[in-house]
């Protein structure tokens, strides 16, 4: 189960009124019980809207491990389409990272994403946020400003969208105080943990190959 945790803006932006009738997005609340207590683990991310160069920007965060995904191109009220695009963003950041890393190859990879949108179904938006992950979300918005203000623009096309993705997941952040983590390691460690009997990957083989890829990027010699 997918579940979307609404900052005031994300409510306001997932509502819409036709025809003289409101329309929304966001579940009611309470929550049935099995939706609160599910009996396997949900996926909790959290959910802000702002404006950034006259589009609706979207800024999903993971929970756990603070990635983030930024989405922008929509209407007010479209769910849908905003839906579609965080699963495809979401599918394809996992079969990149896992075949850069070459801890898969493009089939096996591929072969985990039924599992993995079976696990993100069905989904719900509830009105609510936790004041650690706002904090982590406006420190990414702040990123898309400067990063408009000195390109311009947003990203047009997906593989740029994709790398912008990259860039802002490559920050450490702090959790509640907590030691630095790299958000793209900790979602990559969590997703195949989720998905584990489905691949042969495991957390060390993960880390290693972060590892490896950070000290090549900083073109720092290995630890003897």
Not at 93 to 121: F, M, N, R, V
Request: aromatic share 8%; with cysteine.
């Amino acid at each position: 189960m997918l579940l979307f945790h609404c900052s005031q803006a994300v409510v306001d932006g997932l509502s819409i009124t036709r025809k003289g009738k409101q329309e929304s997005w966001i579940s009611p609340t309470p929550l049935p019980t099995a939706v609160v207590e599910p009996a396997v683990p949900h996926w909790s991310w959290h959910l802000h809207q702002v404006t950034i160069a006259r589009q609706r920007v979207w800024v999903a965060m993971e929970q756990q491990t603070r990635f983030a995904i930024v989405l922008w191109g929509f209407k007010k009220g479209e769910g849908e389409a905003l839906l579609h695009c965080f699963y495809e963003r979401l599918a394809n950041h996992l079969i990149w990272t896992l075949t850069y890393l070459e801890l898969l190859d493009d089939q096996q990879a591929e072969k985990l994403l039924p599992p993995l949108l079976a696990q993100l179904s069905p989904f719900h938006f509830v009105a609510g946020s936790d004041r650690s992950v706002q904090a982590h979300i406006k420190d990414v918005v702040q990123m898309c400003r400067l990063a408009v203000s000195e390109q311009g623009c947003l990203p047009d096309n997906q593989e740029q969208a994709a790398n912008f993705d990259m860039q802002l997941n490559q920050t450490p952040r702090s959790v509640r105080g907590g030691p630095y983590i790299f958000p793209d390691e900790q979602l990559l460690c969590l997703l195949l943990e989720r998905l584990a009997g489905h691949h042969q990957v495991t957390v060390d083989a993960v880390k290693a190959a972060f590892s490896a890829a950070r000290r090549a990027y900083f073109d720092v010699p290995p630890i003897a």
